[in-house]
C-alpha cells in the first residue's frame, strides 16, 4: 500500500484543517490507517487510527472531541478533521498503514507497514 497525504497548511488558532490520506493498493481486512505526527524537536507521536474493517477509532487523548477521523472505503482514502486548532497542534502530519491492526499497540510506529509523506500543519496564535 502506497499512502498520499495532503491538505496541510497554516490556520490561526480555533480554526479548522481537514488532512486526506489516499491510499493505493489492496488494503487488508486486518488492517488500520493512522495518523501520527511530529513537532520541531520532539518525537512522533500517535494522533489517531481508524480499524478499516470495523471502523473502530482511536484517538490520543490531547485530540478528543476535536479531532475525527473517518475513511471513504470507496476512494480507499482516510480523512483528519481538525477542529479547534491550538498552536500546540503544529507539526508534520503522516499518515501511516499497518496491515495487521492491533488496538493496543496503536501508538507504536514502529510497526506501520508503510507512510505517506507528512504535510505541515501550522496553528498560529
Known amino acids: 500500500v502506497q499512502l498520499q497525504a495532503s491538505g496541510g497548511g497554516l490556520v490561526e488558532a480555533g480554526g479548522s484543517l481537514r488532512l486526506s490520506c489516499a491510499a493505493s493498493?489492496?488494503?487488508?481486512?486486518?488492517?488500520?490507517i493512522s495518523w501520527f505526527r511530529q513537532a520541531p524537536g520532539k518525537e512522533r507521536e500517535f494522533v489517531a487510527s481508524?480499524?478499516?474493517?470495523?471502523?473502530?477509532?482511536y484517538y490520543r487523548d490531547s485530540v478528543k472531541g476535536r479531532f475525527t477521523i473517518a475513511k471513504d472505503s470507496a476512494e480507499n482514502t482516510v480523512y483528519l478533521q481538525m477542529n479547534s486548532l491550538k498552536p500546540d497542534d503544529t507539526a508534520v502530519y503522516y499518515c501511516?498503514?499497518?496491515?495487521?491492526?492491533?488496538?493496543?499497540?496503536?501508538?507504536?510506529?514502529?510497526?506501520?507497514?508503510?507512510w505517506g509523506q507528512g504535510t505541515l500543519v501550522t496553528v498560529s496564535s
Open positions: 493498493g489492496r488494503i487488508f481486512s486486518r488492517s488500520a
Open positions: 481508524l480499524s478499516w474493517s470495523t471502523s473502530s477509532t
Open positions: 501511516a498503514y499497518d496491515r495487521n491492526f492491533d488496538p493496543r499497540t496503536r501508538y507504536d510506529w514502529r510497526l506501520y507497514f508503510s
